[in-house]
């Protein structure tokens, strides 16, 4: 895997790292030089991932860790730092999503969706941003969705906790404005990832409905009428990160094909 250098040394350190749009921006972190820890919740993922990308001579470490916990973050992010030293890149990708109707008194999910979400990114940046306010530098990219900028029905606490990290990358980029961090959101739409695939599954199986119908219905909102692919949220990502883009913080950029306007 060539690198074009623009990260060079930096190291990047991604939460939900094993698969889907994780994984797209571990690859794509990793082609610009960086030095990327992974974490995540099933090691064999993670542990395909980094073999893959070590046989073509990247830096990469991987690791276990609940982001809802914040001491598994702690253990996790010391981990790293021990291995590639302090962490100047932190993308906050980890995330769940499962559908209910607002009506369904089930406290679990509401707690679980909250604290995955919304608690993980909070404990994420917590443990970051040390080394970033010691080093006089940092980038922090926080995986929205565009349940973060509207709603959608039946993800109500989905959509609460991505609002949540909205304002919270709102509140940390003004924060840390003169400390050369940045805090920006990235805010995909529908994406072909194996999640928004056991949705359409989920659909289907309802509803009865093809699979691909319940794909297709996941695209009308968007006026390219497309799935976004994983690599394109990844590129946006990148750029956050790469020199020429030190003045932007505090946004929440959209990767929906226009979906919102």
């Known amino acids: 895997m060539s690198a074009n250098g623009s990260l060079q040394g930096r190291h990047a350190l991604v939460t939900g790292g094993g698969r889907g749009i994780g994984a797209s921006i571990v690859r794509s972190l990793v082609s610009r ?43 996790a992010f010391a981990a790293a730092r021990t291995l590639f030293g302090p962490i100047e890149i932190l993308v906050n990708n980890a995330g769940q999503a499962v559908s209910a109707p607002i009506t369904k008194r089930d ?8 604290a995955i979400n919304l608690s993980g990114t909070y404990f994420s940046m917590q443990a970051a941003l040390p080394d970033m306010l010691q080093g006089g530098f940092g980038r922090i990219v926080n995986i929205a969705s565009t349940a973060g900028l509207t709603g959608y029905a039946y993800v109500a606490a989905y959509c609460a906790a991505k609002h949540g990290v909205i304002g919270l990358t709102r509140a940390v980029a ?19 990832t194996d999640l928004v695939r056991e949705a359409a599954a989920k659909i289907s199986a309802v509803t009865g409905r093809k699979l691909e119908d319940a794909l297709q219905a996941m695209t009308k909102s968007n006026p390219q009428g497309r799935l976004i692919q994983p690599d394109e949220v990844a590129n ?18 959209v990767v929906a094909g226009g979906e919102l306007m």
Request: contains cysteine.
């Open 33 to 75: 030089g960086a030095r990327v820890s992974m974490l995540g919740r099933t090691a064999a993922t993670l542990e395909a991932l980094a073999a893959e990308l070590q046989s073509s001579g990247a830096q990469t470490f991987f690791t276990t860790a609940d982001v809802s916990k914040r001491e598994s973050v702690d253990a």
């Open 107 to 114: 406290d679990a999910l509401w707690d679980r969706l909250l």
């Open 174 to 192: 003004r924060e840390v404005a003169t400390r050369n961090i940045t805090v920006n959101a990235v805010c995909p739409g529908y994406t072909d």
């Open 236 to 253: 946006a990502v990148a750029w956050l990160c790469m020199p020429g883009s030190e003045s932007v913080t505090g946004q929440s950029i």
